[in-house]
């Protein structure tokens, strides 16, 4: 198709590998991304000595993870309740703007725990029931999207709450592949409508429509919304974005690129907003599951 004819894609990326017009560039995206991508979750795993002085091989590891993969797991050899360590390992990436969503903590980072009480208790990150794939923020207006994320667990739950993981560029790669088709459905900019949440005192957040995947038009990054669940959310009705939706579905439940994960104490995953689901878990009562969860607005930067 020329490249004229193709006004979503150009509106995606005027080139490079996420242009569907940009076969070359694509095709040796594409043989890097498959050479470099982990097989297993064991190889994102960068043991980490003194958080608050990341040494330099420390932080070169984690970063070499994230441009494989868009994401590392840190393990701290000391591990630490201490509610800084997420927000000085992020500056080291060159992460700062918190999104501080209305849940969030007065510093801007989530506790993410089953006794979080009213009214995060409504929400499902706050239970113990498991959720679905998405991407964070996927309801963000787009001045606000969440580009990086970090995940650091103080305690797992008693028995279960596993991450899984893929990275998005491997979905995107694995859409294209299948059709690219699928990847032009999910780039129209209306594909995914979350409607507005309202409380009695009306409109919290206004009805946020928008593209699956966009590009950053400065970096060149990919940039992924989405989210598995099936309420509360409106997709566009046409064969071609049914048929592109469903092809995701299966690629999450099946791809065996999909990377798992039970963050231990200390352990946290840097990343920029990967897909991600957890499953559901089982709390010891003196000891719940807790993890702080910063987003950012700011995209990862690797060295
Ligand atoms: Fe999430």
Excluded at 264 to 274: F, H, T
């Amino acid at each position: 198709m020329s490249a004229i004819a193709d006004p979503v894609a150009k509106a995606l990326a005027p080139s490079g590998p996420f242009c569907l017009d940009d076969a070359d560039a694509y095709r040796r995206w594409r043989e890097r991304k498959l050479r470099d991508y982990p097989r297993a979750v064991d190889e994102l795993v960068v043991e980490v000595r003194d958080p608050r002085n990341l040494s330099r091989g420390e932080q070169t590891a984690l970063s070499e993870r994230c441009r494989r993969a868009n994401m590392a797991v840190y393990a701290l050899i000391s591990p630490t309740d201490d509610k800084k360590i997420p927000r000085l390992l992020g500056r080291r990436f060159g992460l700062e703007q918190l999104d501080a969503n209305w849940l969030a903590d007065d510093d801007g980072i989530s506790s993410i725990e089953v006794n979080g009480g009213q009214p995060r208790s409504e929400f499902i990150p706050y239970t113990d029931r498991p959720i679905s794939w998405h991407t964070d923020g996927y309801y963000n207006a787009l001045e606000r999207r969440v580009r990086s994320l970090i995940l650091h667990c103080v305690r797992p739950a008693f028995e279960g709450g596993e991450n899984a993981l893929l990275d998005h560029e491997i979905a995107y790669l694995l859409l294209r592949d299948q059709n690219p088709e699928h990847v032009r459905a999910l780039c129209a900019p209306d594909v995914m409508t979350i409607p507005a949440r309202c409380d009695e005192r009306g409109v919290a957040r206004a009805e946020q429509a928008g593209a699956v995947f966009s590009v950053d038009p400065l970096s060149g990054r990919l940039h992924m919304r989405y989210t598995a669940r099936t309420r509360s959310i409106c997709w566009r009705t046409d064969a071609a974005t049914r048929a592109a939706v469903a092809c995701l579905e299966s690629i999450l439940s099946n791809s065996p690129f999909v990377l798992r994960t039970r963050l231990a104490p200390g352990m946290g995953l840097l990343c920029a907003n990967v897909l991600h689901n957890r499953s559901g878990f089982v709390d010891a009562p003196q000891a719940p599951r807790l993890m702080y969860r910063a987003r950012y607005h700011d995209e990862l930067q690797f060295c």
